[in-house]
């Protein structure tokens, strides 16, 4: 994908020309065919959002067509926000209504047909690097070679549904001016535990050789704790944390429900509260300032961070930093 590392805003775009179409998915996913299927009636309405190494839009499209030639460095998952839209694969014509997703591999061509009305998506596109993280077992080698996903999510229950949530999330929380998600640092965190809520919606997540004795959970988990508060101030994923200890994302998840009966990412931004905790009560007045001890622990929206310090400590840290 284009302008990697760069987060970009929504960028509302209406066209009736193909063409125009094209160019402007382009930067999400590649080179792309946008055609007519009706001599009369094509009309598109998309808006775009881009964090580091995703992109994410939505398309309300009719009496149209989308051919995206594979190989693509990308995994897309499509969800239908109303109407009906179709994909052919191996020749055939499959239907995705409400209650399912679809699942985009690197391979085969992409082909989509609006329908006989207007198709109305919401849509994401990760680059393949990212997701493979979350695809292999930390004894084995790097995954390579095809990525092989169910072509259809279903979003009623389960993971599907957890993942059609988050994503509705994000494209909401990306629309807004002051969205923390527009720091590249966020928006990075954030892009990891995506990859790994499309991992374990597909099922991709590679199995366990040996599932962990609670005493193994244990250690695991001291593990990590320790890697994390080496890393309060600096980007960290769960791939990363996973890695540093010799286990999978899924395990890592697991030792710390057990543990401290939350997830690792939950830990973590505890650690980084009470962290800014420390730093206000330790430092003068007059000479820091809130919102350079917010960044400093990666809390890039001060509103959000003083209600999840006040949830976390009954007082603001305002109210800290002056005693």
Same mark, same amino acid.
């Given at each position: 994908?284009?302008?990697?590392?760069?987060?970009?805003?929504?960028?509302?775009?209406?066209?009736?020309?193909?063409?125009?179409?094209?160019?402007? @998915?382009?930067?999400?996913?590649?080179?792309?065919?946008? =055609?007519?299927?009706?001599?009369?009636?094509?009309?598109?309405?998309? =808006?775009?959002?881009?964090?580091?190494?995703?992109?994410?839009?939505?398309? $309300?499209?009719?009496?149209?067509?989308?051919?995206?030639?594979?190989?693509?460095?990308?995994?897309?998952?499509?969800?239908?926000?109303?109407?009906?839209? %179709?994909? %052919?694969?191996?020749?055939?014509?499959?239907?995705? $209504?409400? &209650?399912?997703? #679809?699942?985009?591999?690197?391979?085969? =061509?992409?082909?989509?047909? !609006?329908?006989?009305?207007? !198709?109305?998506?919401?849509?994401?596109?990760?680059?393949?690097?990212?997701?493979?993280?979350?695809?292999?077992?930390?004894?084995?080698?790097?995954?390579?070679?095809?990525?092989?996903?169910?072509?259809?999510?279903?979003?009623?229950?389960?993971?599907?549904?957890?993942?059609?949530?988050?994503?509705?999330?994000?494209?909401?929380?990306?629309?807004?001016?002051? !969205?923390? @998600?527009?720091?590249?640092?966020? &928006?990075?965190?954030?892009?990891?535990?995506?990859?790994?809520?499309? /991992?374990?919606?597909? &099922?991709?997540?590679?199995?366990?050789?040996? %599932?962990?004795?609670?005493?193994?959970?244990?250690?695991?988990?001291? #593990?990590?704790?320790?890697?994390?508060? /080496?890393?309060?101030?600096?980007?960290?994923?769960?791939?990363?944390?996973?890695?540093?200890?010799?286990?999978?994302? %899924?395990?890592? !998840?697991?030792?710390?429900?057990? $543990?401290?009966?939350?997830?690792?990412?939950?830990?973590?931004?505890?650690?980084?509260?009470?962290?800014?905790?420390?730093?206000?009560?330790?430092?003068?007045?007059?000479?820091?300032?809130?919102?350079?001890?917010?960044?400093?622990?990666?809390?890039?929206?001060? &509103?959000?961070? /003083?209600?999840?310090?006040?949830?976390?400590?009954?007082?603001?840290?305002?109210?800290?930093?002056?005693?």
């Amino acid at each position: 994908m284009d302008n990697y590392g760069k987060t970009m805003r929504i960028r509302p775009h209406r066209n009736d020309d193909p063409d125009a179409l094209s160019e402007s @998915l382009r930067a999400i996913v590649g080179p792309v065919d946008a =055609q007519a299927t009706q001599s009369r009636g094509f009309e598109a309405e998309l =808006q775009v959002a881009r964090l580091p190494r995703t992109g994410l839009f939505t398309l $309300r499209i009719s009496g149209g067509r989308l051919v995206v030639p594979a190989p693509r460095p990308f995994v897309g998952i499509t969800v239908p926000l109303g109407g009906i839209f %179709k994909v %052919k694969e191996r020749r055939r014509n499959i239907a995705f $209504r409400s &209650g399912t997703a #679809h699942v985009l591999p690197p391979t085969p =061509q992409f082909d989509f047909h !609006s329908g006989d009305g207007c !198709s109305n998506v919401l849509a994401l596109a990760m680059e393949t690097s990212l997701l493979r993280r979350y695809l292999q077992h930390p004894d084995d080698e790097p995954a390579s070679g095809e990525v092989r996903l169910p072509s259809r999510l279903f979003t009623v229950s389960g993971p599907g549904a957890g993942l059609v949530r988050t994503l509705r999330y994000l494209w909401r929380e990306l629309q807004r001016d002051d !969205s923390s @998600l527009l720091v590249p640092r966020i &928006g990075r965190e954030a892009e990891e535990l995506l990859a790994a809520l499309v /991992a374990e919606a597909c &099922g991709a997540t590679a199995p366990e050789s040996k %599932k962990p004795t609670n005493g193994g959970y244990a250690a695991i988990a001291r #593990h990590a704790e320790e890697f994390i508060d /080496a890393q309060l101030e600096s980007v960290v994923s769960l791939a990363e944390v996973a890695a540093a200890v010799g286990t999978s994302t %899924k395990t890592l !998840s697991r030792a710390f429900r057990q $543990r401290h009966g939350m997830g690792p990412a939950g830990f973590l931004r505890r650690r980084r509260l009470e962290a800014a905790r420390r730093d206000l009560a330790a430092a003068e007045p007059g000479a820091t300032a809130v919102s350079d001890v917010a960044l400093r622990y990666g809390f890039a929206h001060l &509103g959000r961070f /003083a209600g999840a310090y006040r949830e976390a400590f009954g007082e603001l840290p305002s109210e800290t930093l002056s005693r």
